[in-house]
Nanobody
Framework: QLQLVESGGGSVQTGGSLRLSCGAS????????MAWFRQNPGKEREGVAS???????HYADPVKGRFTISKDNTNNTLTLQMNSLTPEDTAMYYC???????????????????WGQGTQVTVSS
């Protein structure tokens, strides 16, 4: 069973930056569809950004211009660079991956078969 492992979460002040990483040993990310989601207690998990096999990316409106998703196929690592953080970005962040080619949109949770355990991001004002 594939296990994605996130790292890089933490606590920062408004305007700060964090870099999240996600990896999985033994799996090749070249052909994977991957994404970052986030969730707060009592709220639905929401898509933050995704990257497709061809490298094309998608971003949720609240993070456009501030977050950058990238995939290092050599090291099998997915990264989310987060700049200009605000308290509204506080959440548990999850890495997601799938190797199937599906018609579901990038924000659909059931589009991704594999998930990490999450890493907490806390932004204080």
């Amino acid at each position: 069973q594939l296990q994605l492992v996130e790292s890089g979460g933490g606590s920062v002040q408004t305007g700060g930056s964090l870099r999240l990483s996600c990896g999985a040993s033994g799996y090749n990310f070249v052909s994977a569809y991957m994404a970052w989601f986030r969730q707060n207690p009592g709220k639905e998990r929401e898509g933050v950004a995704s990257i497709e096999r061809d490298g094309s990316t998608h971003y949720a409106d609240p993070v456009k211009g501030r977050f950058t998703i990238s995939k290092d196929n050599t090291n099998n690592t997915l990264t989310l660079q987060m700049n200009s953080l605000t308290p509204e970005d506080t959440a548990m962040y999850y890495c997601a991956a799938d190797w199937r080619s599906l018609s579901a949109g990038w924000r659909a949770i059931d589009r991704y078969r594999h998930w990490g355990q999450g890493t907490q991001v806390t932004v204080s004002s």
